[in-house]
């Protein structure tokens, strides 16, 4: 083996290896974090987000460190797992992305002054639009599953897990699908609602609009989005310069290089789905909070010391029409009404 491709290799297996291992640790407590509150659109599509994202670093990255690094290629000895890999793998990336789309609409949504766009921001909307996306690229995956299979390398013979000689299929993967779909699109969807959510936030001024835009979601959103762009983005420009690049002679010194590049690039695109929660953990403070909550196994204090009793709805309600009455009464009872205090709960 060359020196270069144990380089290659080093690279796979330790910069992979904290990749997946931090990335799916990551995204279970993004789960266990995010489930209380996955009522709110924008949280219930961070929360399937992290789910699809552990599919995505099993799939994708997982298998390629053992097939890469260790030389454990299960794709090149069983039939059923050559398909399914690559079909599923393709679909959660594509799943991962729409959900982050999504998510990127939603705030954009929720920071409009209008009530016509806010209302948009709906769970059953965000939950329809999980589940169409869903059927959308599994369905879009199912030629994988008729094209690929294991096939000898016309100058190796060494049987690996390929795609079936179909030239409409292989041009619509190089040339449309792959660009459009995991670097076009998405980069595009993100950069435009980002922008704008950002001009929006900036625009409310008052205190009551800033609750209605929920700051820590939006800045979870904004701060994702330049991660993903530069983690998808180098990888898809590289791949289609190897692309057009492939029937050019190149020496073998340009050989051994973009050999690097590639195992650099393949890896690093995994930090898109390993990167939510250190993102969402420097972004929100609350966050920040609860993490801090489940990893030292303490119960949430429900009330502090010396606090005030929080009023319900209903008990406000009471409360005006109480204050109501009092500004109809007489002087003297006013006095003696307006000396009463609010309970306090004590230390003890």
Known sequence: MSSINQVANSITIYGGLPIFICGTLGNLLNIRLLWR????????????????????????????ILSTGFYLDWSASNRIWCKTRTSFSQASF???????????????????????YRKLSRLSIAIWAVILSIIFWLALSIPYLVYLELLPNSSTGVI????????????????????VYYGLLPSTILTITGFLT???????????????????LTSMMLLQIPIILFSTLSYVI??????????????ANQGDVE??????????????FACPFFVFFASSKSFRQEAKILFLCRKPAILQRNQIQPYSTSALRKIRSIS?????????YTTRVNNIKP???NEK
């Open 343 to 345: 309970i306090t709960i």
């Open 259 to 272: 050999l690097m590049i590639r195992n650099i690039v393949s890896i690093t695109c995994y930090i898109a």
């Open 160 to 179: 690996s897990c390929s795609l079936v000689r179909n030239d409409a299929f292989s041009n619509y993967q190089k040339y449309f699908s792959f660009p």
């Open 198 to 216: 950002y001009r929006n936030t900036n625009k409310l001024q008052i205190g009551r609009q800033r609750q209605v835009v929920q700051k820590q």
């Open 94 to 116: 594509y799943i991962s992305f729409t959900c982050t789309c999504l998510a990127s609409i939603d705030r954009f949504l929720v920071s409009c002054r209008q009530e016509k």
């Open 37 to 64: 509150t996955r009522h709110n659109p924008c949280a219930f599509l961070f929360l399937v987000t992290s789910f699809i994202n552990c599919i995505v670093l099993f799939y994708g990255l997982f298998t390629r």
């Open 238 to 251: 590289f791949t289609e310069y190897s692309t057009f690049t492939a029937t050019m002679v190149k020496s």
């Open 324 to 332: 109501t009455r009092i500004n109809q009464m007489p002087s003297y």
